[in-house]
Nanobody, 115 residues
Framework: QVQLVESGGGLVQPGGSLRLSCAASGFTFSNYAMSWYRQAPGKERELVAAISSYGGSTNYANSVKGRFTISRDNAKNTVYLQMNSLKPEDTAVYYC????????WGQGTQVTVSS
Protein backbone atom coordinates (compact mmCIF):
# COMPACT_ATOMS: atom_id res chain seq x y z
CA GLN A 1 0.00 0.00 0.00
CA VAL A 2 1.02 3.62 -0.45
CA GLN A 3 2.95 5.13 2.43
CA LEU A 4 4.57 8.50 3.02
CA VAL A 5 6.39 8.58 6.32
CA GLU A 6 7.80 11.88 7.55
CA SER A 7 10.54 12.14 10.13
CA GLY A 8 12.99 14.68 11.51
CA GLY A 9 10.63 17.06 13.26
CA GLY A 10 11.15 18.28 16.80
CA LEU A 11 11.82 21.24 19.04
CA VAL A 12 14.49 23.71 17.96
CA GLN A 13 15.52 27.17 19.08
CA PRO A 14 15.07 30.20 16.82
CA GLY A 15 17.90 30.37 14.35
CA GLY A 16 18.41 26.64 14.42
CA SER A 17 18.09 24.01 11.70
CA LEU A 18 16.16 20.82 11.07
CA ARG A 19 16.09 18.37 8.19
CA LEU A 20 12.82 16.65 7.44
CA SER A 21 12.66 13.41 5.48
CA CYS A 22 9.74 11.73 3.78
CA ALA A 23 10.17 8.09 2.82
CA ALA A 24 7.79 6.86 0.13
CA SER A 25 6.65 3.36 -0.78
CA GLY A 26 3.88 1.68 -2.72
CA PHE A 27 4.08 3.81 -5.87
CA THR A 28 6.61 4.85 -8.53
CA PHE A 29 8.22 7.68 -6.61
CA SER A 30 10.26 9.07 -9.51
CA ASN A 31 7.09 9.80 -11.50
CA TYR A 32 5.59 12.02 -8.83
CA ALA A 33 6.09 15.67 -8.04
CA MET A 34 6.73 16.01 -4.33
CA SER A 35 6.01 18.85 -1.99
CA TRP A 36 6.02 19.89 1.63
CA TYR A 37 3.05 21.62 3.21
CA ARG A 38 2.57 22.89 6.72
CA GLN A 39 -0.36 23.69 8.96
CA ALA A 40 -0.13 25.85 12.05
CA PRO A 41 -2.84 25.80 14.73
CA GLY A 42 -5.91 27.70 13.56
CA LYS A 43 -4.52 28.22 10.08
CA GLU A 44 -5.03 26.60 6.71
CA ARG A 45 -2.55 24.16 5.27
CA GLU A 46 -0.07 25.97 3.03
CA LEU A 47 2.51 25.00 0.46
CA VAL A 48 6.07 25.35 1.69
CA ALA A 49 8.15 23.91 -1.15
CA ALA A 50 7.75 21.68 -4.19
CA ILE A 51 10.06 19.73 -6.47
CA SER A 52 9.44 18.17 -9.85
CA SER A 53 9.65 14.44 -10.48
CA TYR A 54 13.34 14.41 -11.43
CA GLY A 55 14.32 17.39 -9.32
CA GLY A 56 14.91 19.83 -12.15
CA SER A 57 12.44 22.39 -10.88
CA THR A 58 11.71 23.70 -7.41
CA ASN A 59 9.56 26.44 -5.96
CA TYR A 60 9.12 27.91 -2.52
CA ALA A 61 6.72 29.97 -0.50
CA ASN A 62 8.00 33.53 -0.16
CA SER A 63 8.16 33.11 3.60
CA VAL A 64 10.81 30.38 3.36
CA LYS A 65 12.84 31.41 0.32
CA GLY A 66 16.53 31.52 1.09
CA ARG A 67 16.08 29.51 4.30
CA PHE A 68 14.55 26.19 3.21
CA THR A 69 15.76 23.79 0.53
CA ILE A 70 13.78 20.90 -0.92
CA SER A 71 15.59 17.98 -2.53
CA ARG A 72 14.91 14.39 -3.46
CA ASP A 73 16.77 11.13 -3.93
CA ASN A 74 14.83 8.95 -6.36
CA ALA A 75 17.14 6.00 -5.66
CA LYS A 76 16.05 6.13 -2.01
CA ASN A 77 12.41 7.12 -2.66
CA THR A 78 12.90 10.01 -0.28
CA VAL A 79 12.27 13.74 -0.34
CA TYR A 80 13.93 16.14 2.08
CA LEU A 81 13.35 19.60 3.46
CA GLN A 82 16.39 21.33 4.89
CA MET A 83 15.21 24.14 7.15
CA ASN A 84 17.71 26.76 8.30
CA SER A 85 17.37 30.01 10.23
CA LEU A 86 14.14 28.76 11.74
CA LYS A 87 11.68 31.26 13.17
CA PRO A 88 8.85 30.82 15.69
CA GLU A 89 6.39 31.38 12.85
CA ASP A 90 7.70 28.21 11.19
CA THR A 91 6.06 26.21 13.97
CA ALA A 92 3.56 23.83 12.38
CA VAL A 93 2.85 20.26 11.45
CA TYR A 94 4.75 19.56 8.23
CA TYR A 95 3.24 17.19 5.68
CA CYS A 96 4.74 15.43 2.69
CA UNK A 97 2.60 15.24 -0.47
CA UNK A 98 2.97 13.24 -3.66
CA UNK A 99 1.06 14.25 -6.77
CA UNK A 100 0.58 12.90 -10.25
CA UNK A 101 -2.91 11.72 -11.22
CA UNK A 102 -3.49 10.86 -7.58
CA UNK A 103 -2.50 12.75 -4.47
CA UNK A 104 -1.02 11.07 -1.43
CA TRP A 105 -0.33 12.63 1.97
CA GLY A 106 1.85 11.66 4.85
CA GLN A 107 0.74 11.75 8.47
CA GLY A 108 2.78 14.83 9.34
CA THR A 109 5.63 15.67 11.68
CA GLN A 110 5.59 18.43 14.28
CA VAL A 111 8.13 21.24 14.09
CA THR A 112 8.26 23.61 17.04
CA VAL A 113 10.54 26.64 17.03
CA SER A 114 10.79 28.13 20.48
CA SER A 115 13.31 29.33 23.01
Amino acid sequence: QVQLVESGGGLVQPGGSLRLSCAASGFTFSNYAMSWYRQAPGKERELVAAISSYGGSTNYANSVKGRFTISRDNAKNTVYLQMNSLKPEDTAVYYCRAALFTIYWGQGTQVTVSS
